[in-house]
Nanobody, 123 residues
């Protein structure tokens, strides 16, 4: 099992940028596909971005494509997400998640989760 801790959330204005980070501890980090998900009040948790174990494959939700970039550093056991041109509809709690198998986008396919970090974008 891997333990995940997110950081980097905050309150920003529309058009601003934020960088989220997720620090992992436990078993070998490079063995995990890593994903970012978000959950807004009253809504289900939704996929945002995912990166394969080597970092060679990355996929994004259509709503963030071209604005968000996921990356990982296996030497430092971290996964990050650069969020640019933020919009009010990006407001949510953002979660980092891990799974041991290939890339997936369904939250139910991820077995380890962080506690989440709040991102609030004002208009």
């Amino acid at each position: 099992q891997v333990q995940l801790v997110e950081s980097g959330g905050g309150l920003v204005q529309a058009g601003d940028s934020l960088r989220l980070a997720c620090a992992a501890s436990g078993r070998t980090f490079s063995g995990y596909t890593m994903g970012w998900f978000r959950q807004a009040p009253g809504k289900e948790r939704e996929f945002v971005a995912v990166i394969s174990r080597t970092g060679a494959d990355r996929y994004y939700a259509d709503s963030v494509k071209g604005r968000f970039t996921i990356s990982r550093d296996n030497a430092k056991n971290t996964v990050s997400m650069q969020m640019n041109s933020l919009k009010p509809e990006d407001t949510a709690v953002y979660y980092c998640a891990a799974r041991t198998l290939v890339v997936a986008t369904n939250p139910a396919d991820f077995h380890s989760w962080g506690q989440g970090t709040q991102v609030t974008v004002s208009s």
